[in-house]
C-alpha cells in the first residue's frame, strides 16, 4: 500500500525566498534612487529653463547639472540611505557624491549634448534629452554612490595606536604582560 499523498508534500522541500535581505534592501535603494533621479531631473529641467536665457542652452545644461546634483545628494542622504552611518562629513560626502558620479556625468550629460547636436527636436525641447541623459547615467551613479558615497563608517576595525582611550590589540597586551612577568622575575 503506498504512503498517503499528505506525505510527499511534507518532504518536498520549502521554496527559497526570491531575494534575499541585502538585495531587498539594494532593490529598495535603488528604486528610491530612481525617484530621487526623477525629482532630479525636475531640478534639472527647472533650473535649465529658468537659466536658458542667461546662460545659454550649454551654460544652463551645467549649471543645472550641478543644482540637481546637489538635490540628488540631500535627498538620498536623508532618505535612499537615511539608516547608512555616513563615514565622511557633510561636505566631504556632497564632494564625493559629485566625484563619484562624474562618470554617470559624463554618460549623462554626453547623452544631453549628442541629441542636442544630432535631434533638433531635442534642441526645442530640452527636457527629452534631459530625460535621456538621466536615464543614461542612472545605474552608473547608483553603483557608485551606493559603494562610495554611502558606505557604512568602518567602526570594526583595529585602532592604530594604543593609549587610555584606545585599548591595545591582543598581541600587544600579550607581549606587555610578557614584559612585566620578565621584569618581575628577576628580582
Not at 545628494?73 to 557624491?97: I, P, S
Not at 550629460?109 to 549628442?114: A, E, K, N, S, Y
Request: charged share 15%.
Amino acid at each position: 500500500m503506498s504512503d498517503p499523498p499528505s506525505s510527499h508534500v511534507a518532504s518536498e522541500p520549502v521554496p527559497r525566498a526570491i531575494a534575499s535581505p541585502d538585495s531587498r534592501t539594494r532593490i529598495a535603494q535603488f528604486l528610491k534612487f530612481g525617484i530621487v533621479g526623477g525629482f532630479g531631473l525636475m531640478w534639472d529641467t527647472l533650473t535649465l529653463y529658468a537659466s536658458r536665457p542667461i546662460l545659454g542652452l550649454a551654460g544652463a545644461t551645467l549649471v543645472a547639472y550641478f543644482v540637481a546634483a546637489t538635490m540628488n545628494w540631500l535627498m538620498n542622504r536623508h532618505w535612499t540611505f537615511r539608516h547608512v552611518r555616513h563615514a565622511d562629513g557633510t561636505l566631504v560626502q556632497w564632494f564625493r557624491f559629485l566625484m563619484a558620479n562624474s562618470c554617470g556625468f559624463a554618460l549623462n550629460r554626453g547623452t544631453v549634448f549628442t541629441l542636442f547636436v544630432t535631434v533638433p527636436l531635442c534642441r526645442a525641447i530640452p527636457f527629452l534629452a534631459l530625460a535621456a541623459g538621466s536615464l543614461a547615467g542612472m545605474f552608473a551613479n547608483f553603483n557608485l554612490s551606493r559603494r562610495l558615497v554611502f558606505r557604512h563608517q568602518a567602526t570594526d576595525l583595529a585602532p592604530y595606536h594604543s593609549g587610555p582611550d584606545c585599548p591595545a590589540s591582543q598581541n600587544a597586551a600579550s607581549s606587555l604582560t610578557d614584559v612585566r612577568n620578565s621584569d618581575s622575575s628577576i628580582g
